[in-house]
């Protein structure tokens, strides 16, 4: 017994020639089709690629709790001196940033955590801390302060860390 082809079977589709393009990733609606730093997806790549155990204890800390407690129950805000260090590095607090920021970010803080300076190295380790708290602050307000859906980089912040933790859900 002989087993045909697909070809044989299946004589009117051609293969690989009616296959649809669309694109791996999905573009932000405010973006144009040059910019693929904006979609979440991103922030997964960003997880996969050489990640800092400093990176992994933050994102292990925050999915911890959030598994256990559905939410962050601390609704602490960011102090004035963690403003001036964002500040220091030119970052917005996480309710004013959008995807593409935060995909920046999370490679340049990746990048800094490898640093041979340990200034920048440490500012780094404590510039995602602060991430990790706005973003404990975002979820304990069941997100209401978000006053623009282009200010949607927490959800970027968010994804990483569920990709990096032993702990996601």
Not at 74 to 85: D, L, M, Y
Not at 129 to 156: D, F, P, Q, V, W
Request: proline share 3%.
């Amino acid at each position: 017994m002989r087993i045909g082809t697909i070809n044989e079977f299946f004589p009117n589709i051609k293969q690989n020639q009616d296959k649809p393009n669309t694109p791996v990733t999905k573009i932000s609606s405010l973006s144009d089709e040059k910019d693929t730093f904006s979609s979440l997806s991103t922030s997964s790549m960003l997880a996969r690629a050489g990640v800092p155990l400093s990176h992994i204890v933050v994102a292990d800390n925050y999915m911890f709790i959030k598994k256990i407690y559905g939410t962050p129950v601390v609704k602490s805000r960011i102090t004035n001196q963690e403003k001036a260090i964002l500040g220091k590095y030119d970052f917005n607090q996480l309710e004013y940033t959008t995807i593409k920021q935060i995909n920046e970010e999370i490679e340049l803080l990746k990048k800094w955590s490898q640093s041979l300076d340990e200034d920048l190295k440490n500012d780094a380790d404590k510039i995602l801390e602060i991430r990790a708290k706005e973003l404990r602050y975002l979820a304990a307000c069941r997100y209401t302060i978000i006053s623009n859906e282009i200010y949607n980089g927490y959800m970027a912040l968010e994804k990483y860390f569920e990709d990096i933790s032993k702990y996601s859900i």
